[in-house]
């Protein structure tokens, strides 16, 4: 109903395509996955594997590009584990559960960096 509304909306107002950023909802299964990999795989009948990229998929989108960093969560080690409830006391990529990306870890320095990936997807009006 969103995706619908969404091009409904940008139709009404003259546009001829929309780009949505898309953020899909089986990555978290394989964070350690490149998301180009992962967003370009297909299933059998050609439409993407992720369940939420087959939707825009559907709806007459093709997958535009990746965007490498799409919101990035930079916070310090107590923060971290407040959120989580995992350690965060070694350096490193640490996999958060929900996660599209490994989270980097610098526990030397006091903080760790989530840099999130998305897809963008073009949808033609």
């Known amino acids: 109903m969103m995706l619908s509304a969404m091009r409904d909306n940008a139709r009404a107002r003259g546009f001829r395509e929309v780009v949505a950023p898309v953020r899909p909802n089986a990555k978290h299964l394989e964070p350690r996955t490149p998301m180009e990999e992962y967003a370009r795989r297909v299933r059998p009948d050609g439409l993407p594997q992720d ?20 919101m990035t969560v930079a916070a310090a080690l107590d923060d971290w584990r407040r959120w989580t409830g995992l350690p965060f006391d070694t350096s490193g990529d640490i996999e958060v559960p929900g996660g599209l990306v490994p989270v980097r870890c610098e526990a030397e320095r006091g903080y760790a960096v989530y840099v999130e990936p998305n897809v963008w997807m073009r949808h033609p009006l």
């Open 51 to 70: 369940p939420w990229l087959r939707v825009h998929a559907r709806a007459g989108a093709t997958i535009d590009s990746v965007a490498p960093a799409s």
